[in-house]
């Protein structure tokens, strides 16, 4: 059983012992007393028995007492109930265990104030070197961006430059290919007009039909226009081809120079960008991502190699055009001298007859004058045919309208019987109109086909009897290509 106030430990809570002497003797020591417990903790920690104060824990080596003069056992053995002043004295703690246990207290205090002191310091002196790295490294990015940007505009004017000029050399080549092109194109005109001579002179009859020097002349201008109008042709194709391969250097430089304006934007707002930028905003894991496909060796290699490719092809196309502009002038010196000496022949071969000529002309001022009537009839049917529409669509309107009469309303009555039959009549005599308008119209045609045979026929003859001077010099009177080709408008 344990008494309230007291430790089973304590030596007075034991069995009751025997003491083998009846008193205690005088000269014996005082009992030497060993401590057996030792508190330690943690600064702020405390074990489970460290309420048991070191007091109640000392082993005494008294001698026990002999039966013959000692006191009895209820002298020896306590109160079986303490009293208050005694209970005070046996607390749970010992002064020393206040003390050690106070010391403890401060050290761990201090030990956390010296860490925590310490930890502070070192977490300022981090924060600063970070800052003072992060501003570092922004800075560097920055005149790093500064110079990216810089060489971007670099090369923006270099490409801008090469492209103004590809583009002037893209419009002078496209100058001079409409000029082999137009020039090619006045050619059919006096090719036209020698191979209808050769034509006309083949209806010669009798003694006229020689092979005599304005056939001759006629001829070699015949073959020399087709010459030049085949290396005109060909030199045209050769520049279409120069034109292509320069806009496919134009589509690279322009894209380049796109490009180089995408990222010289995207960098100038990147360049632009600070802490307090309402921009700004986290993307977990983008520095893990890389898209690049260059490195600036190649990116700057990539414009140079744009531009030296611009350059060849705009070397090829001065070349192309210096070709062409004295292909042009020698082949317009060639026909010129051509031309005036087939004219020359012609000059010496004129005769004239006259009654088939009177004959022919009579003859195309009736078809003309027929023509001028027909045109008259076919506008006066357009009318007829526009003034009958109206009433067709008025009919048709009432009898639309009528159709909606509700129920037994739907009479076929006299107006209704009247109205269908307005309507197939008005029908009809449109369909009659133009019908009559479409023959009128082919005999419009007919009539234009026999206006132009007639002039067909009445050049044949004034060629054919006037050999060169009605027909042949008349359209020989000036080489229309030749303003073209020297390049005059």
Same mark, same amino acid.
């Given at each position: ?8 430990? /304590?030596?007075? $809570? @034991?069995?009751?012992?025997?003491? +083998?002497? *009846?008193? #205690?003797? %005088? !000269?014996?020591?005082? &009992? ?29 080596? /008294?001698?026990? $007492? @002999?039966?013959?003069?000692?006191? +009895?056992? *209820?002298? #020896?053995? %306590? !109160?079986?109930?303490? &009293? ?21 207290q401060i050290r761990g205090a201090e030990a956390s104030r010296l860490w ?329 045609q007919l009539l234009l086909m026999t206006k132009c045979r007639l002039e ?33 408008t």
């Open positions: 059983m344990e008494f309230l106030g007291t430790s089973q430990t /304590a030596s007075y $809570c @034991g069995p009751k012992k025997g003491c +083998g002497f *009846s008193t #205690l003797p %005088p !000269a014996v020591r005082a &009992p030497e007393i060993q401590e057996c417990y030792q508190p330690y903790y943690l600064p702020g920690y405390r074990y489970l028995n460290s309420w048991r104060p070191s007091l109640f824990c000392k082993i005494s080596n /008294a001698q026990p $007492c @002999g039966d013959d003069g000692a006191p +009895g056992p *209820s002298a #020896l053995r %306590p !109160a079986t109930v303490l &009293p208050a002043l005694r209970s005070a004295l046996f607390c749970r703690y010992s002064p020393r265990d206040w003390d050690k246990s106070n010391d403890l925590a002191s310490r930890l502070t310091g070192d977490s300022m002196r981090l924060m600063q070197d970070k800052d003072q790295l992060t501003r570092q490294m922004q800075e560097g990015t920055c005149r790093n961006l500064g110079q990216r940007l810089s060489d971007i505009g670099f090369w923006k004017s270099e490409l801008g430059h090469e492209l103004e000029r590809l583009l002037t050399e893209n419009r002078s080549m496209e100058t001079v290919k409409r000029r082999l092109e137009c020039a090619a194109e006045e050619i059919n005109c006096p090719l036209q007009v020698a191979l209808e001579c050769l034509y006309h002179r083949e209806k010669r009859t009798g003694v006229d039909l020689v092979h005599d020097s304005v056939e001759k002349n006629l001829i070699q201008e015949v073959d020399l226009l087709k010459c030049c109008q085949e290396q005109m042709r060909n030199l045209a194709q050769r520049i279409d081809i120069q034109i292509q391969d320069n806009r496919d250097a134009q589509h690279a430089l322009e894209r380049d120079l796109e490009d180089k304006s995408s990222a010289q934007f995207i960098d100038e707002k990147c360049f632009n960008l600070r802490n307090t930028s309402d921009c700004i905003s986290f993307f977990h894991g983008v520095e893990k991502v890389d898209g690049t496909v260059t490195v600036p060796e190649t990116w700057a290699k990539f414009s140079n190699d744009n531009i030296r490719h611009s350059q060849n092809m705009r070397a090829n196309s001065i070349r192309l055009r210096e070709e062409a502009e004295n292909l042009i002038e020698t082949l317009s010196d060639q026909m010129w001298k051509q031309f005036t000496d087939t004219n020359l022949a012609f000059s010496a071969r004129i005769s004239e007859v006259t009654d088939m000529k009177n004959k022919l002309q009579t003859q195309l001022a009736k078809t003309l004058q027929e023509i001028f009537q027909a045109e008259n009839t076919i506008m006066l049917l357009e009318r007829s045919i526009t003034a009958k529409e109206y009433p067709l669509k008025v009919a048709q309107t009432r009898l639309e309208s009528r159709t909606r009469r509700p129920n037994v309303e739907l009479c076929r009555d006299i107006p209704q019987f009247k109205l269908v039959n307005e309507a197939f009549t008005i029908n009809d005599t449109l369909q009659t109109l133009r019908l009559r308008l479409r023959e009128t119209q082919d005999m419009l067909h026929e009445l050049a044949i003859k004034v060629n054919t009897l006037c050999i060169d001077k009605e027909k042949c010099m008349s359209m020989r009177k000036t080489f229309p290509c030749t303003p073209r080709l020297v390049g005059y």
